[in-house]
């Protein structure tokens, strides 16, 4: 059975620093793996998306890893703003299966 | 439509209940998601429907829980003789297929219906 990690469960930084968020699941056969980010009392909005032949995605300031191999991803945001402050959860779809297995997300307080 | 719409934002129901909970995805969408979140945790999933089929329903936590999808659009989660260990959020995304473009992957998730079980 699939398992999601992720840490650090809360990280709180001054604006304009460069910042990694870590995922990891126990099973590699993995389909794709998906970024989200969550605000209070929303939904989760799609960041990334990574296929498992990919190593990496970009959109703007956000640069997502994959290294299937030893189960991780991570999660590269560059010179954070208050506005980053959300919490950040990874998901990983199996080769199996159809439905996305969440980590716990890591809570982002980025300080003015 | 735009996005996707759940429906009602907040239930507030007594224990042995019944409740139902609606989603309504984007347009064309195929493939519809149910997950439930409780606090401070991540989304655990509950059921994947494939046009009007469910696919996948291996993460309904007992027979108390049911989904339909009749026309392949909107869908109804039902909760029968509710508890209140059924309270958390319950979470509908949609996408537009389950495999081929990247973008098929993509889940769009809705804002989620606040269930509280008193």
Known sequence: ????????AALSVPEGENLVLNCSFTDSAIYNLQ???????????SLLLIQSSQREQTSG??????DKSSGRSTLYIAASQPGDS??????????YGQNFVFGPGTRLSVLP | GAGVS??????VTEKGKYVELRCDPISGHTALYWYRQSL????????????????DDSGLPNDR??????????STLKIQRTER????????ASSSGTSGSLGANVLTFGAGSRLTVL
């Not at chain 1, 970024?35 to 909005?45: C, E, N, S, V």
């Not at chain 1, 300031?61 to 994959?66: H, Q």
């Not at chain 2, 260990?85 to 509908?92: I, K, N, Q, R, T």
Request: hydrophobic residues 35%; positive net charge; contains cysteine.
């Open chain 1, 61 to 66: 300031r956000l640069n997502a890893s994959l």
């Open chain 1, 86 to 95: 959300a919490t950040y959860l990874c998901a990983v779809r199996g080769n």
């Open chain 2, 65 to 74: 829980f049911f989904a339909v999808r009749p026309e392949g659009s909107v």
């Open chain 1, 1 to 8: 059975k699939q398992e999601v990690t992720q840490i650090p």
């Open chain 2, 85 to 92: 260990g059924d309270s958390a959020v319950y979470l509908c």
């Open chain 2, 40 to 55: 401070g945790q991540g989304p655990e999933f509950l059921i994947y429907f494939q046009g009007t089929g469910a696919a």
């Open chain 2, 6 to 11: 759940q429906t009602p934002s907040n239930k």
């Open chain 1, 35 to 45: 970024w989200f980010r969550q605000d209070p009392g929303k939904g989760l909005t």
